[in-house]
């Protein structure tokens, strides 16, 4: 494979066969092979790491260093504490093919079954500690909503980029945790066929209760999350995620899964925080993750084979900024675009 010559910087770029050694000496071990492995399907932290790996937190250390030395691994700061990733790969990185092209030959090696079982694990109890907010706070949903942005601040922006889309109301549409279901009753006025999915049995009852009073009739509602949904089968055009993700126990998983659910040309449709400091929302709004980088959705969606449409950015007065981006899956064609 041949490498295109690093930029040369007496002061801090090492050269391009510096560069290149660093990377090859990172992958030359089965346990960072592993970690590389295991990074694919989320961030993580280091104690978690730990566990699904079984290892001492001194060695992982030792190990998590190189591999962020060679520009495989990074990490992002969630309040106080640490996670590593997979950094986003940069085109104009010299070495930016190699890493690509490693990252894919890793990827074709499963991971271990009972790594994969401490994974869900992991994961599982991400999801509970979720779950278990939602059920405690369901008849102060709005209330905690309200304290980041109250859906009234962004709704019509919402709305407004559905219509651009001119999406037809034959489509069928999904909407991930609809909440106290006010977004949900308006996609079942423009859309004969609407699903409301959460795995919180609270919210969805508060869901239930709003379509009932608008008397709508096209709402299915599914107990469960995505995972349910993929064994139903189920298929729709549209996927909507209101200010879901940054709940999640693996955000990148939605991106997977969608990928899954919708039919050709679907549309994905994220509407969640930009990237934050304001830790406080952990414990006073469930919050797992602190918003999210727009490179950091695209390349999530690159991963699954979505394809970016557009996004829209909303400042509110509290110092958050919403984002809202559409992802597409191959075929579709935009409505001005013909």
Not at 87 to 113: G, N, Q, T, W
Not at 294 to 300: A, G, Q, R, S, V
């Amino acid at each position: 494979m041949t490498v295109t010559a690093l930029r040369k910087d007496d002061n801090t770029a090492p050269d391009d066969a510096d560069a290149l050694t660093l990377v090859c000496k990172a992958l030359a071990d089965g346990l960072r092979l592993e970690i590389l492995r295991l990074l694919r399907t989320s961030s993580f932290g280091v104690l978690e790491i730990c566990r699904i790996l079984d290892i001492r937190q001194s060695a992982l250390s030792h190990h998590l260093k190189i591999l962020a030395n060679a520009g495989l691994a990074t990490t992002r700061r969630e309040g106080n504490s640490i996670f590593y990733r997979r950094p986003l790969l940069i085109s104009d990185d010299p070495l930016h093919s190699f890493k690509k092209s490693a990252f894919e030959a890793i990827d074709r090696v499963p991971l271990r079954a009972e790594l994969r079982e401490r994974l869900n694990l992991v994961q599982q109890e991400r999801s509970e500690q979720s779950l278990q907010f939602f059920s405690k706070h369901s008849d102060k949903f709005l209330e905690k909503q309200g304290l980041v942005a109250e859906h009234s601040q962004y709704m019509s922006s919402v709305l407004d980029l559905l219509n651009e889309l001119e999406l037809s109301p034959a489509l069928k549409v999904m909407e991930v945790g609809p909440g106290a279901g006010e977004l949900l009753a308006k996609l079942a006025q423009q859309f004969d066929n609407v699903i409301a999915l959460d795995n919180a049995l609270e919210m969805l009852n508060l869901s239930r209760e709003t379509i009932a009073a608008e008397q709508l009739h096209n709402v299915d509602f599914i107990h469960g999350d995505t995972h349910t949904a993929l064994s139903l089968q189920t298929r729709c055009d549209v996927i909507l995620y209101d200010m879901v993700l940054h709940h999640l126990p693996s955000p990148q998983e939605a991106f997977q899964h969608a990928a899954t659910l919708l039919n050709d040309s679907g549309l994905l449709l994220i509407v969640d925080l930009c990237r934050h400091d304001q830790d406080w929302v952990r414990d006073s709004c469930g919050d797992l993750w602190l918003g999210f980088d727009h490179d950091e959705l695209h390349d999530w969606a690159t991963q699954a084979g979505l394809r970016p449409e557009q996004s829209v950015y909303l400042g509110l007065r509290n110092g958050f900024q919403i984002q809202m981006c559409v992802f597409h899956k191959p075929g579709y064609v935009a409505a001005n675009s013909a």
